[in-house]
């Protein structure tokens, strides 16, 4: 499995910016990706998805985008709220396979009232 | 139930007992899938099920560990002579399509710890 530090890096934002957690991916032939959102003691929760044909995607409040020389991808949240404050991991997927997911290190999001 | 439901929600075990982890997918899901998360660290893949048949167990750590979904919903994972390198937390996930392209919904996990 994926290497993994014991300690998630933190972003700290104030209540109304806006906040940018990065992602590197490892597989160069990942041809989908996915944001989760964990809150503690929950599973994660899926809060947008990017193919690899694509190189940016909207939601309400939140962007990825992709940037596949790099095997770098974003997620940026308009107007942080406190409710945001979680574990955001990215997550990449081989569709050709069984579609398992490989989870990227975790950043632990803080917003600052 | 409306989401997929995982049983017990903390489960406390001696070293070298045996344990079974229960998951409800949301009913009528066709893919359920197996994560292990250890303490400040992503869900790590162990194995994946389409309906009954289990297609990949690449991820499962060692022959004590053993996963089935017999009549293609309900599913347990068994961990025998239990170690304390197994203490994570134990995600199961569902998705109705065979694809899981829109990503699928994970339960809120058995937290084992082995003393």
């Known amino acids: 499995g994926e290497s993994v530090g014991l300690h998630l890096p933190t972003l700290s934002v104030q209540e109304g910016d806006n906040s940018i957690i990065n992602c590197a991916y490892s597989?160069?032939?990942?041809?989908?990706f996915i944001w989760y959102k964990q809150e503690s003691g929950k599973g994660p929760q899926f809060i947008i998805d990017?193919?690899?044909?694509?190189d940016k995607r909207q939601g309400q409040r939140v962007t990825v985008l992709l940037n596949k020389t790099v095997k770098h991808l974003s997620l940026q949240i308009a107007a942080t709220q406190p409710g945001d404050s979680a574990v955001y991991f990215c997550a990449e997927i081989l569709t050709s396979g069984t579609y398992k997911y490989i989870f990227g290190t975790g950043t632990r999001l803080k917003v600052l009232a | 139930g409306a989401g997929v439901s995982q049983s017990p929600r903390y489960k406390v075990a001696k070293r070298g007992q045996d344990v079974a982890l229960r998951c409800d997918p949301i009913?009528?899901?066709?893919?359920l899938f197996w994560y292990q998360q250890a303490l400040g660290q992503g869900p790590e893949f162990l194995t994946y099920?389409?309906?009954?048949?289990?297609?990949?167990k690449s991820g499962l750590p060692s022959d004590r560990f053993f996963a089935e979904r017999p009549e293609g919903s309900v599913s347990t994972l068994k961990i025998q002579r239990t170690q304390q390198e197994d203490s994570a937390v134990y995600l199961c996930?569902?998705?109705?399509?065979?694809?899981?392209?829109?990503?699928?919904?994970f339960g809120s996990g058995t937290r084992l710890t082995v003393v």
């Open positions: 996930a569902s998705s109705r399509k065979i694809d899981s392209l829109y990503g699928y919904t």
């Open positions: 990017i193919r690899s044909n694509m």
């Open positions: 009913s009528g899901h066709v893919s």
């Open positions: 099920f389409q309906n009954e048949a289990q297609l990949d």
């Open positions: 597989n160069s032939a990942s041809d989908y």
